[in-house]
T-cell receptor, first 110, second 114 residues
């Protein structure tokens, strides 16, 4: 069983839609949770960071962590064509090693 | 400030050949990482380093070696390339004490092993 599971999509939505991206994990020691955005043929870039359980909001993006269910989510409100990318969840139990999901490819249609 | 750079950007190898991928960062970061990215598999950690002169194995270390002789450089070596090592390789670096635990990634190296 992989440490982190993520639906690969692809996910196609119209502009303005609310997007929900999710990951599940098996290691209860994970306490740092991140979402990275990766445009085609580029390296990933950090989008959101959450420590332990709870919600975090940054503009149109909201990250949620439910440690009791081992489930994390990223919500994108008012999605834009520029949001079209692959979204990778990542998590860690310390500051050393990180475990990534397989990525969900999102396409926002104008 | 170039961030994280990777050399080369593309490479085609024949089975059994060797090569070294170079990662350089100019942010004075303590941590450096090598990942491979394959379709449907996400990013998988090959090796990482928490400081100059130290390295550790990640999830998929077999067939690879690394060295961190200088703080700014992290080398990934393939001694005898195999087709299973065809992948996109990403290097990343991270500051030791960072509020957001952020890794900064390079642009990637696309490697094909025939």
């Amino acid at each position: 069983q992989k440490e982190v599971e993520q639906d690969p999509g692809p996910l196609s939505v119209p502009e303005g839609a609310i997007v929900s991206l999710n990951c599940t994990y098996s290691n209860s020691a994970f306490q740092y949770f991140m979402w990275y955005r990766q445009y085609s043929r580029k390296g990933p870039e950090l989008l959101m960071y959450t420590y332990s359980s709870g919600n975090k909001e940054d503009g149109r993006f909201t990250a949620q962590v439910d440690k009791s269910s081992k489930y994390i989510s990223l919500f994108i409100r008012d999605s834009q064509p520029s949001d079209s990318a692959t979204y990778l969840c990542a998590m860690s139990g310390n500051f050393n090693k990180f475990y990534f999901g397989s990525g969900t490819k999102l396409n926002v249609k104008p | 400030n170039a961030g994280v750079t990777q050399t080369p950007k593309f490479r085609v190898l024949k089975t059994g050949q060797s090569m070294t991928l170079l990662c350089a960062q100019d942010m004075n970061h303590e941590y450096m990482y090598w990942y491979r990215q394959d379709p449907g598999m996400g990013l998988r950690l090959i090796h990482y380093s928490v400081g100059e002169g130290t390295t550790a194995k990640g999830e998929v270390p077999d067939g690879y070696n690394v060295s961190r002789l200088k703080k700014q450089n992290f080398l990934l070596g393939l001694e005898s390339a195999a087709p299973s090592q065809t992948s996109v390789y990403f290097c990343a670096s991270k500051k030791l004490a960072d509020l957001y635990n952020e890794q900064f990634f390079g642009p990637g190296t696309r490697l094909t092993v025939l």
